[in-house]
């Protein structure tokens, strides 16, 4: 059974960071494309990033040179850094999975099979 928790959000100062991580079990992180999405309030789900179970990281473009995903096979665990959080960063963020090849990982939410529950990230002073 897949399951994915993520752990790491929280209050922060706008210009601060953030580590956030996805616990992955009943998954084999190199054999899935995996990603964080986030939900601010009264908005749709958004993609930040992914990488694909070949290794390969994409980010949209808004977040660019702020985040940092990556993964420790080893530990089954999917990180993300954001560096230089913003008050309009604050939104639930969500790490998904889904068990596919190749170098390309889908920045669109209906192609991921299995999601975590959300971490709360508030930017606010």
């Known amino acids: 059974q897949v399951q994915l928790v993520e752990s790491g959000g929280g209050l922060v100062q706008p210009g601060g960071s953030l580590r956030l991580s996805c616990a992955a079990s009943g998954v084999t992180l190199p054999f899935y494309h995996m990603s964080w999405f986030r939900q601010a309030p009264g908005k749709g789900r958004e993609a930040v990033a992914c990488?694909?179970?070949?290794?390969?990281?994409h980010y949209i473009a808004a977040m660019k040179g702020r985040v940092t995903i990556s993964r420790d096979n080893a530990k089954n665990t999917l990180f993300l850094q954001v560096n230089s959080l913003k008050p309009e960063d604050t939104a639930v963020y969500s790490c998904?999975?889904?068990?596919?090849?190749?170098?390309?990982?889908?920045?669109?939410?209906?192609?991921?099979?299995?999601w975590g529950q959300g971490t709360q990230v508030t930017v606010s002073s």
């Open positions: 990488v694909s179970s070949g290794g390969t990281t």
């Open positions: 998904a999975a889904v068990p596919r090849g190749g170098s390309f990982c889908p920045l669109t939410d209906w192609e991921y099979s299995y």
